[in-house]
């Protein structure tokens, strides 16, 4: 027992989450989350070659599943985005590139609010495979 806490605040703290913190907040579900859906997901399903390495990153792939899940459940667009911001979800940080002497450096910028077309962007499966790797690039090029 005493390996998993150990591996889960390692987990944490690779990923970005304060560890003092952990078992105060809803941060040690996303941890056990993240464990399951990463076996789930990588493992079985195949989804993605490349997990989520950052809080912000697994952040964004949460939300994507959730908004997937309320489109299976027949929602339009407008009404996720109105269940995105009744149910309180913070709005992802997403990448933008900047423009800089032909390097690929993207800076993340939040959207101002949950709408159609942050919706049309999050429910995208390659569009969120591609902001989590460019996002990752964006947090590694800061380190």
Same mark, same amino acid.
Request: net charge neutral.
């Given at each position: 027992?005493?390996?998993?806490?150990?591996?889960?605040?390692?987990?944490?703290? =690779?990923?970005?989450? =304060?560890?003092?913190?952990?078992?105060?907040?809803?941060?040690?579900?996303?941890?056990?989350?993240?464990?399951?859906? !990463?076996? +789930?997901?990588?493992?079985?399903?195949?989804?993605?070659?490349?997990?989520?390495?950052?809080?912000?990153?697994?952040? !964004?792939?949460?939300?994507?599943?959730?908004?997937?899940?309320?489109?299976?459940?027949?929602?339009?667009?407008?009404?996720?985005? *109105?269940?995105?911001?009744?149910?309180? +979800?913070? !709005?992802? !940080?997403?990448?933008?590139?900047?423009?800089?002497?032909?390097?690929?450096? +993207?800076?993340?910028?939040?959207?101002?609010?949950?709408?159609?077309?942050?919706?049309?962007?999050?429910?995208?499966?390659? *569009?969120?495979?591609? +902001?989590?790797?460019?996002? =990752?690039?964006?947090?590694?090029?800061?380190?």
């Amino acid at each position: 027992m005493n390996d998993t806490i150990d591996g889960i605040e390692t987990l944490a703290d =690779e990923l970005g989450f =304060e560890i003092n913190d952990l078992r105060k907040s809803e941060d040690f579900s996303s941890i056990i989350e993240y464990c399951v859906s !990463l076996a +789930y997901e990588h493992h079985i399903q195949k989804e993605f070659d490349e997990p989520p390495k950052s809080k912000n990153t697994l952040y !964004l792939w949460k939300i994507h599943k959730i908004i997937v899940h309320r489109s299976k459940q027949h929602d339009d667009k407008e009404t996720i985005a *109105k269940f995105m911001t009744h149910s309180n +979800y913070q !709005l992802p !940080l997403l990448p933008r590139k900047v423009n800089c002497s032909g390097e690929k450096l +993207y800076k993340l910028v939040r959207p101002k609010s949950w709408n159609k077309k942050v919706i049309e962007i999050l429910i995208d499966k390659e *569009k969120v495979m591609l +902001y989590i790797k460019q996002t =990752e690039q964006s947090i590694n090029s800061q380190t």
